[in-house]
C-alpha cells in the first residue's frame, strides 16, 4: 500500500460485502482517512454487539426509508437482511409504518405557521375590501 494512501478497512469491508453507498465515493476519493473515521463511527453500535443482528437491520430499514433519506439500494438491502435474518414481513411493515410517521412534521410544523401567516393578512385584507 502506498504511503501516502491511508488503510481503510471498514471502507474496504463494505464494498466486498456489496454494502458500499456510491454517494459515499467522493468523500472517500477527496479524504479516505476521514471517510474511515466517519464509517468507524456510524458502524460502532452496530458492531458493538448491544443489539441483534435483525433490530440492527430493522433500523437500517427505517432510516433508509424515511422521508429524509430514500435511499431504495439500502431499503433492498436490509429488507433481504432482515428477511435473511428471520424478520416476517408483519415486522418490516410495522417498521416501515413505525418511520412513515416522519412525514406528519411537515403538517405539524406547515399548518400552523400557514394559519398564522393568513390571520396576519387577514385585517389588510378585510380592509382593502372595505
Known amino acids: 500500500m502506498s504511503a501516502s494512501r491511508p488503510a481503510t478497512p471498514l471502507c474496504d469491508r463494505l464494498r466486498a460485502a456489496?454494502?458500499?453507498?456510491?454517494n459515499w465515493q467522493p468523500s472517500y476519493e477527496l479524504d479516505?482517512?476521514?471517510?474511515?473515521?466517519?464509517m468507524a463511527?456510524?458502524?460502532?453500535?452496530?458492531?458493538?454487539?448491544a443489539l441483534d443482528a435483525k433490530?440492527?437491520?430493522?433500523?437500517?430499514?427505517?432510516?433508509?426509508?424515511?422521508?429524509?433519506?430514500?435511499y431504495a439500494p439500502g431499503v433492498r438491502r436490509h429488507i433481504r437482511k432482515a428477511l435473511d435474518l428471520g424478520a416476517t414481513?408483519?415486522?418490516?411493515?410495522?417498521?416501515?409504518?413505525?418511520v412513515s410517521v416522519l412525514?406528519?412534521?411537515?403538517m405539524?410544523?406547515?399548518?400552523?405557521?400557514?394559519?398564522e401567516e393568513l390571520a396576519a393578512?387577514?385585517?389588510?385584507?378585510?380592509?382593502?375590501a372595505l
Open 108 to 115: 405539524s410544523l406547515g399548518a400552523p405557521i400557514l394559519q
Open 41 to 49: 463511527m456510524g458502524l460502532k453500535p452496530m458492531l458493538s454487539g
Open 18 to 22: 456489496g454494502e458500499w453507498n456510491p
Open 103 to 106: 412525514g406528519i412534521h411537515t
Open 89 to 98: 414481513q408483519e415486522e418490516i411493515t410495522a417498521v416501515l409504518q413505525c
Open 55 to 70: 433490530t440492527i437491520e430493522f433500523i437500517a430499514i427505517a432510516v433508509d426509508a424515511s422521508c429524509t433519506h430514500m
Open 121 to 128: 393578512r387577514a385585517p389588510a385584507t378585510e380592509a382593502a
Open 32 to 38: 479516505p482517512a476521514w471517510t474511515e473515521s466517519f
